[in-house]
Nanobody, 119 residues
Framework: QLQLVESGGGLVQAGGSLRLSCAAS????????MGWYRQAPGNQRELVAA???????NYADSVKGRFTISRDNAKNTVYLQMNSLKPEDTAVYYC?????????????WGQGTQVTVSS
C-alpha cells in the first residue's frame, strides 16, 4: 500500500518562506505525477503545483513566481518551496500522487500539513 507523509508546515509571517516535503513509500511505480493541493476553511481543495516524474511542472496562477515544486525520484520525495508567503496562502496543504496502471487512474493523499501565514 502506498503512503504519503508530509512535513514542513507551520506558522510564518507574511513575506516569509516555508518548505514542504512529502515522502512516498510502498508500491511506487516510477511513472507518476506528484503534487500539492491546499484547502482553506470554507473553500474547495485546489491544485497548487504538480510535477511529473519527467520533471514537467504546473502551477496555480496565484503561486507562480513565488512557489517552486521539485522532486527527488531516487527518494520518492516531492518538495514545495514557498517564498513571499501571503495570508491568503493559509490552508492545509495536501500531498498527492497520481498514476495510471493498466489504464486505471489511482490517486493517493497525505494526511495534510497546516500552513498559517500571519499578516
Amino acid at each position: 500500500q502506498l503512503q504519503l507523509v508530509e512535513s514542513g508546515g507551520g506558522l510564518v509571517q507574511a513575506g516569509g518562506s516555508l518548505r514542504l516535503s512529502c515522502a512516498a513509500s510502498g508500491s511506487i511505480f516510477s511513472i507518476n505525477t506528484m503534487g500539492w493541493y491546499r484547502q482553506a476553511p470554507g473553500n474547495q481543495r485546489e491544485l497548487v503545483a504538480a510535477i511529473t516524474s519527467g520533471g514537467s511542472t504546473n502551477y496555480a496562477d496565484s503561486v507562480k513566481g513565488r512557489f517552486t515544486i521539485s522532486r527527488d525520484n531516487a527518494k520518492n520525495t516531492v518538495y514545495l518551496q514557498m517564498n513571499s508567503l501571503k495570508p491568503e496562502d493559509t490552508a492545509v496543504y495536501y500531498c498527492n500522487l497520481h498514476r495510471v496502471v493498466a489504464g486505471l487512474n489511482y490517486g493517493y493523499w497525505g494526511q495534510g500539513t497546516q500552513v498559517t501565514v500571519s499578516s
